[in-house]
């Protein structure tokens, strides 16, 4: 099994498989090719189960490598529709966002920072509204719960009753 090896000044091995199906081990530094060798042997059966997920979602038309311009695109969609939703639920829900910002994030559509300000990246363009909404309304709940505790689900829960399938969308 093919992988690539960052040390860094952490206790711990991790591993983490990308979208396309490329493995990065992370580890201590001193640690030896040896004992992450058998690190990944342990693993090999997850780590194969992971590599083709992440093939598969390479493949997929939300994870595709985009041009500059469909970028700008995206990012001009962005700023124009998601402040409006974040505006829209923030009224219903009577919760009210410090600042609503529009990011490059690659791994996470969204984000609250402690102080309220929400992420959402351009990402998220690419994805039917139901689940850009979706986005929008955890985020929010982000600002009474700063978890993903049971009551910040039940909060979404209450102005989404449909979360579970926004989240499906989102999984492809």
């Not at 829900?93 to 300000?117: D, R, T, Y």
């Amino acid at each position: 099994m093919d992988y690539k090896i960052i040390f860094s000044s952490r206790k711990t091995l991790s591993v983490e498989v990308a979208i396309g199906g490329a493995i990065t081990v992370r580890a201590p530094k001193g640690v030896s090719k040896k004992k992450i060798d058998a690190f990944i042997k342990e693993h090999e059966a997850s780590l194969q189960s992971a590599q083709k997920k992440q093939i598969a979602r390479a493949e997929n038309q939300y994870h595709r490598e985009l041009s500059y311009e469909e970028i700008q695109k995206l990012k001009a969609a962005a700023k124009e529709y998601i402040p409006e939703r974040v505006k829209s639920f923030a009224k219903i829900m009577n919760l009210e966002p410090s600042a609503v910002k529009i990011s490059s994030a690659q791994k996470n559509f969204g984000s609250c920072s402690g102080k309220n300000s929400l992420n959402f990246s351009y990402r998220l363009m690419m994805y039917p509204k139901e689940a850009i909404d979706y986005v929008v309304v955890h985020e929010l709940a982000h600002i009474k719960h700063h978890n993903h505790s049971a009551d910040f689900y039940k909060l979404i829960e209450q102005y989404m009753p449909d979360y579970k399938k926004r989240i499906a969308i989102l999984k492809q």
